[in-house]
């Protein structure tokens, strides 16, 4: 490999990311190569890093020379407090030990039965041939997953108060991380967006130490996330975690947990609408691995093209587009290229995910690409990474692998949707939204 940097505009490079994301991410690169300097005063110089090599080193080998920028972290501390996404150095590292147990192999697949059961309840409301906002319905399914998850039990006027509290901060969320000048502005600020962002977390806090609060108060563990976080502890300190801690870690598993996965089957849903061939496949695999009946965590191994449907839609419509980091100390990229102390790094999969060198035909929605166990042996290591990749890989990844093809099967045994309206087109929000709401017509199997 290798890779010549060149340098190019910061404000032209920040107004074509503000116009239009998706463009700018494989555009820059297409236009500028794989590593691009964006020089600029003040500590906002930025380095634009396309070649999977140099993102695998930086993710993976560099990780503890670096951190996420402190602007990122004051867009989200107001609401999420200091949890996982953006805790950093000791605290991150006791956190992430703590938390990691609760998302095991062994434990997931416990959530397994509930996500199916709150998938056909949903299901259960589809009438044939009325047209749904399928994005809606998915980002309300996934967080009441979520929520089940966390604390299993029957609190489902609190998930009406976390879930409008959830749609408030998402829509302030996304605002402000498209518009640079917003992101600079305190919370405090009188305009309507940010008082949005306070009256969200206002909503949502009570419900959140109250249920923390009723859970200790029972002290016995169940069998859900909010009974690991609460009875994990320290094995240096033998402590646990404090009571805002926790609340820290529970909004944050909320905002981390349910848009990423709700946009990807919402995708789903409508690349397989769009493709006919692809559908008729998911039906074949679903009705031989499980006849009549409902899915279970145990049977995705039977599921490979459904499976293979889900790794293509996260190449495809990466939830998270952008990992951005800041140098701690001048880095060596393996191969001759630097990367001075104080910069800021985006790490930008989308441009990877759609870049013909790893990926043949990369507009082209194929999840046959993924039954060729060599095709993903091949691909370099940075080229797919829809859940990042190093130690701060995405703590949630084995959760929503099964949930997003666990979802997908039980709607698809029993419906299959068309697109209505205009063509369904993504935007960049807290995750790959959807410019105008992807409706969906409802026909039975
Ligand atoms: C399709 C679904 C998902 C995608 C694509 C996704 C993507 C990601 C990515 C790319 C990161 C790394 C960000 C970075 O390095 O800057 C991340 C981190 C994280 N994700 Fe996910 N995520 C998904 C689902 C989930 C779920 C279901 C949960 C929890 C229930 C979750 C919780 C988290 C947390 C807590 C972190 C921070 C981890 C750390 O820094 O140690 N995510 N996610």
């Known amino acids: 490999m290798v890779v010549h940097p060149r340098t190019a505009s910061w404000l032209k490079a920040q107004q074509w990311f503000a116009r239009d994301a998706i463009g700018f991410s494989v555009g820059m690169c297409r236009e500028y190569g794989d590593l691009v300097f964006l020089p600029a005063p003040f500590g906002l110089g930025q380095v634009l890093v396309y070649h999977p090599d140099h993102v695998h080193t930086l993710l993976v080998k560099l990780a503890d020379k ?85 604390f299993k039990a029957d609190i489902s006027d609190d998930t009406k108060a976390i879930a409008r509290g959830m749609q408030m901060l998402g829509e302030a969320l996304a605002v402000q991380s498209r518009s640079p000048l917003l992101a600079f502005l305190p919370d405090s600020f009188p305009l309507p967006i ?27 563990e169940r069998e859900d996330l909010l009974s690991v976080l609460l009875f994990a502890t320290d094995p240096e300190t033998g402590q646990g975690m404090s009571e805002n801690q926790l609340r820290d870690e529970v909004m944050t598993l909320f905002i981390a947990g349910h848009e990423t996965t709700a946009t990807t089957l919402s995708w789903a849903l409508v690349e397989l609408a769009r493709h006919p061939a692809v559908e008729e496949r998911v039906h074949a695999e679903l009705d031989a691995a499980l006849g009549d009946r409902l899915p279970t965590a145990d049977d995705l191994s039977r599921m490979p093209y459904l499976q293979a449907v889900i790794q293509e839609v996260l190449r495809l419509y990466p939830p998270s587009i952008l990992i951005i980091r800041r140098a701690l100390e001048d880095l060596d990229l393996d191969d001759g290229n630097r990367i001075p102390k104080g910069t800021i790094i985006q790490i930008n999969q989308y441009a990877n995910h759609h870049d013909s060198r790893w990926f043949p035909e990369p507009e082209s929605f194929q999840p046959e690409r993924w039954l060729d166990a060599e095709f993903e042996k091949s691909l370099p290591k940075g080229a797919y990474i829809p859940f990042g990749a190093g130690p701060r890989i995405c703590v949630g990844n084995g959760f929503a692998l099964m949930e997003a093809p666990l979802v997908l099967a039980t709607f698809c045994r029993r419906f299959h949707l068309e697109n209505v309206g205009k063509p369904a087109e993504p935007v960049v929000g807290v995750a790959m939204g959807f410019k105008s709401p992807a409706l969906m017509r409802v026909q039975v199997r």
Do not use: C
């Not at 972290?73 to 992430?96: H, M, N, P, T, Y």
């Not at 938390?99 to 434990?107: D, E």
């Not at 609060?213 to 016995?220: F, M, W």
């Open 66 to 150: 670096l951190e996420k920028p402190e602007i990122i972290k004051k867009i989200v501390r107001s609401s999420f407090g200091d949890g996982l996404l953006i805790s950093e150095g000791a605290k991150w590292k006791r956190q992430r030990k703590l938390i990691q147990p609760a998302f095991h192999h062994g434990r997931i697949g416990r959530y397994g039965e509930r996500i199916v059961a709150l998938t056909e309840e949903l299901s259960t409301t589809w009438m044939k041939g009325e047209v749904r906002d399928v994005p809606a319905d998915m980002r309300a399914l996934t967080l009441r997953i979520v929520v089940d998850a966390l």
């Open 194 to 220: 940010l008082r949005r962002k306070r009256e969200a977390v206002a909503l949502m806090n009570p419900v959140i130490y109250r249920l923390i609060r009723e859970r200790k108060a029972e002290g016995e």
